[in-house]
């Protein structure tokens, strides 16, 4: 099938490349034939019995919190807000949010400020301590630190590196 599948994209990209007469319908047909052939093949994944099944209502009820981080994920968010703006307890709520999301609030929190950080960094020419500044940390050694743990390198690394980080 792999190589089935390789023939198939090889003459896409010929196809695509050359941009002769008709090759908008010979790059749809190679598609149509490129996804009968793996539609063909599809087997679904059985569940990873290590893996619980989130409950959808779990999801639903964890969306505020959720939407807090997403509107502003430079914003340092508390556990009680997110919880009050699920309108659940403390407890309740990060129960439920670890239980939704496979991590607790401020982990998942810390990770949106670290993908604002990586995205500052590449995006602009704004200096460390700005963006510290601007993802909710208290100040550019912070930072540091928890981007060097969480990526494997500085920021600074990272932004020369074009956003490749090292592997840890």
């Given amino acids: ?48 019995p290590d893996v619980p099944v ?11 919190a959720l939407t807090l981080v997403h509107t502003d994920p430079g914003l340092r968010i508390p556990a009680a807000q997110a919880a009050a703006a699920c309108r659940l ?3 309740q709520f990060n129960r439920i949010f670890s239980h939704a ?26 200096p460390t301590q700005s963006i510290a500044h601007q993802a909710g940390f208290t100040d550019a050694s912070h930072l ?4 060097l743990q969480h990526y494997g390198c500085t920021p600074g690394r990272y932004r020369e590196r074009g956003g490749h980080a090292l592997p840890h």
Avoid: C, K
């Fill in 89 to 91: 307890s403390r407890a």
């Fill in 144 to 147: 540091h630190r928890t981007f």
């Fill in 101 to 126: 999301m496979g991590l607790s609030f401020s982990r998942f929190s810390l990770r949106a400020r670290l993908a604002l950080t990586a995205h500052l960094l590449l995006a602009t020419d704004l």
């Fill in 54 to 64: 989130v409950d959808p209502h779990y999801l639903s009820r964890i969306m505020p």
């Fill in 1 to 48: 099938m792999r190589r089935h599948i390789a023939t198939i994209t090889q003459e896409l990209l010929h196809e695509v490349q050359a941009r002769s007469r008709g090759w908008a319908t010979s790059v749809r047909l190679n598609l149509l034939r490129l996804l009968l052939t793996l539609s063909r093949d599809w087997m679904p994944l059985r569940p990873d």
